[in-house]
């Protein structure tokens, strides 16, 4: 397998070709730094570069040699989001304040490793996972443009071909969002489906760990190696690692499809709108059942996502902010460590009660439904510095609009992918969002692998 | 940040933010203080919290 090839095919074939003898982990390691050297200068996707990345490929590669596999990801190089730590690289979760993080290792790296994979180096995220535009990281379908986030720098390394995947974290949609903007596939998992140890937290009963890739399938696998019960995760779920690999044929034969009209479908952008409903309808056409539904309690969620995020965030900064840390932070971030302040004991217990509610009103919805698709955002990739948008007759923040369809899923602490479902005229990627059960990964999984049949993804590399 | 603490003005007891930043941060906050308001109106029951306390079993010898 020539190494140009081996970056545009799945992982399990690229892993199947370095088992064999058919590509050298070292070859491809070397083809992959060179690019980022090439090109990274342009969209700064990554804050630390591995020195060690060459040797870990030659151990591999020795390794393959003499058929001792490691595993599945057997001398694939991937990409960490900034606010994992690693045992031999520094992590910084995207601030340059002097605050020291451990160089350990949790669950999801291990695993990791465990399984054989190279890490290249740590991508660049919105300081401590608090914002959507991760500066100064640029979007690679357009240099002018923000790439999300606030795992940007993961949804860059995967579209511009640095990485044959990259880790992300997700508390309001920080991997869907840099997915859907860099036109990638990035899945959060059900809530505590993959061990957060290890992870620098920034809401405690918010976040998530997933990855982003460049395709479904690329996507399962990673879930499948990464999750598991993680005894030092307070929030990990004592369920087995997943088993997705049957989902990514099962076919849209007896899949039922929920469309939620209120909420997620309020003002967006008319390209975005007009391909996510060229999407549904082709799963329709794919024998697909397509039932619309409303949850009028989703008007609730923002305020109740607000306190919970700031309050829980400002508890995690507390003593950096009560010792005079904060103020080398970055502005918009130290201003949200800041407001947490005002957030009620009372009004956050108000919030926490309300997901509640909100995971009872969907009980029923799941009952009828395996999954629930609509657009990932309201809108493609804005420009840097950018700070409003006029959608539907209303005119907001730019920040308060990019999460406004990905945050009830946190809340739900349901699995939530993203995808390309087309381009705009600007030839922007338009991301499709699918959610499903608790622990049902495998439907999301399933319908994703469809839509993903039906388009043509463009990458950067 | 050595320079920023040294300039700053010491921080407000209550709310642990810099006083010449309280006006600031509490104007900033009015847009998301509407959206909890929304939420303090909200009649929920019985229900309880999603984050529960759940007591750590001991380590069996």
């Known amino acids: 397998m020539r190494v140009e090839d081996a970056m545009h095919q799945p992982i399990r074939e690229v892993a199947e070709a370095i088992r064999t003898g058919a590509l050298s982990p070292v070859e491809l390691t070397t083809a992959y730094l060179d690019r980022i050297a090439q090109k990274d200068k342009d969209l700064h996707a990554f804050v630390h570069i591995a020195s060690d990345a060459l040797d870990q490929a030659k151990l591999l590669e020795a390794a393959a040699r003499e058929g001792r596999i490691a595993g599945p990801l057997h001398g694939i190089p991937l990409a960490i989001k900034d606010n994992y730590l690693t045992a031999d690289m520094p992590t910084r979760a995207g601030t340059e304040a002097t605050i020291e993080f451990a160089n350990a290792e949790g669950a999801a790296v291990r695993k990791l490793r465990e399984a054989g994979a190279i890490l290249l180096g740590k991508t660049r995220m919105h300081e401590f996972a608090w914002g959507m535009e991760t500066p100064p990281a640029r979007n690679p379908f357009d240099t002018d443009r923000v790439p999300g986030g606030s795992s940007g720098g993961s949804g ?3 579209a511009a071909g640095f990485a044959m995947a990259a880790l992300g974290s997700d508390t309001g949609g920080s991997i869907r969002i840099p997915a859907s903007l860099c036109g990638t596939v990035g899945i959060k998992p059900t809530f505590g489906r993959i061990g957060r140890s290890g992870i620098v937290p920034h809401s405690w009963s918010l976040d998530h760990a997933g990855p982003l890739t460049r395709t479904v399938a690329d996507a399962a696998l990673l879930v499948d190696i990464m999750s598991g019960y993680d005894p030092a995760d307070a929030g990990s779920a004592n369920e087995p690692p997943t088993d997705l690999q049957p989902a990514l044929t099962a076919g849209a034969s007896g899949l039922r499809v929920g469309v939620c009209r209120n909420h997620f479908f309020e003002a967006l952008d008319d390209e975005v709108a007009a391909s996510v409903e060229t999407t549904i309808s082709s799963l329709a056409a794919q024998s697909a059942e397509v039932v619309e539904f409303e949850v009028p309690e989703l008007a609730y969620g923002l305020g109740a996502i607000f306190a919970i995020e700031l309050a829980s965030s400002t508890s995690y900064h507390l003593h950096h902010l009560m010792a005079g840390r904060t103020s080398a932070y970055q502005k918009d971030v130290r201003l949200l460590v800041e407001m947490g302040r005002f957030v009620t004991a009372s009004d956050y217990l108000q919030a926490e009660r309300y997901r509640t509610m909100l995971a ?7 009952a009828d439904v395996d999954v629930v698709v609509g657009p990932t955002m309201p809108l493609t990739a804005w420009r840097s510095g950018q700070r409003e948008v006029e959608l539907g007759g209303k005119r907001e923040s730019v920040l308060e609009t990019s999460w406004r369809f990905t945050y009830p899923w946190n809340l739900l602490g349901l699995p939530a992918i993203s995808l390309p479902c087309g381009y705009d005229r600007n030839g922007l990627p338009i991301g499709f969002q699918i959610a499903g059960a608790a622990f049902d990964e495998a439907s999301v999984i399933r319908t994703a ?13 | 940040m050595t320079e920023n603490l040294m300039t700053e003005s010491p921080a407000d007891p209550e709310t ?11 104007e900033a906050f009015k847009v998301i203080s509407r959206e909890i308001e929304k939420l303090r109106g909200l009649e929920l029951g019985d229900r309880h919290p999603a984050v529960v306390f759940r007591p750590m079993r001991k380590e069996p010898r």
Do not use: G, Q
Request: glycine share 0%.
């Open chain 1, 449 to 461: 692998a469809i839509v993903e049949r039906t388009v043509k993804t463009h990458h950067c590399f």
């Open chain 2, 16 to 26: 642990l933010i810099a006083t010449e930043r309280l006006t600031e941060v509490r």
């Open chain 1, 156 to 158: 860059i390394a995967v």
């Open chain 1, 360 to 366: 009872e009103k969907f009980l029923p919805v799941f």
